[in-house]
């Protein structure tokens, strides 16, 4: 049984940033992707990124605001949120799988672990 962990959700500020960690215990993924899903809307696609070449991609609402990113010391995967607004509160997932079509990268379906999440707020 695959148990990601998240890290490093919270209260911030608008403006503000915040860094987000996913880690696999002795693992490492070919892909790591973060969605999120906010009270009454669905699950939607934040950033992914393939573990060897580090090919990325984002949602278009984050895009320039965003980073993932891989820690190759801890086998973590990163997102470093910037410039964050009210509009991205929610709940954050990090999620991994070895075998998806990168085609299919904004698909939730297609990747097999995922963590328990993790809450980003962002109010004044």
């Known amino acids: 049984q695959v148990q990601l962990e998240e890290s490093g959700g919270g209260l911030v500020q608008p403006g503000g940033s915040l860094r987000l960690s996913c880690t696999a215990p002795g693992r490492t993924f070919t892909y790591y992707g973060w969605f999120r899903q906010a009270p009454g809307k669905e699950r939607e696609f934040v950033a992914t990124i393939k573990w060897s070449s580090r090919h990325t991609d984002y949602a278009d609402d984050v895009k320039g605001r965003f980073t993932i990113s891989r820690d190759n010391a801890q086998n973590a995967a990163i997102l470093q949120m910037n410039s964050l607004k009210p509009e991205d509160t929610a709940v954050y997932y990090c999620?991994?799988?070895?075998?998806?079509?990168?085609?299919?990268?904004?698909?939730?379906?297609?990747?097999?672990?995922w963590g328990r999440g993790t809450q980003v707020t962002v109010s004044s």
């Open positions: 999620a991994t799988d070895n075998r998806l079509i990168w085609s299919s990268r904004r698909m939730a379906e297609q990747y097999d672990y």
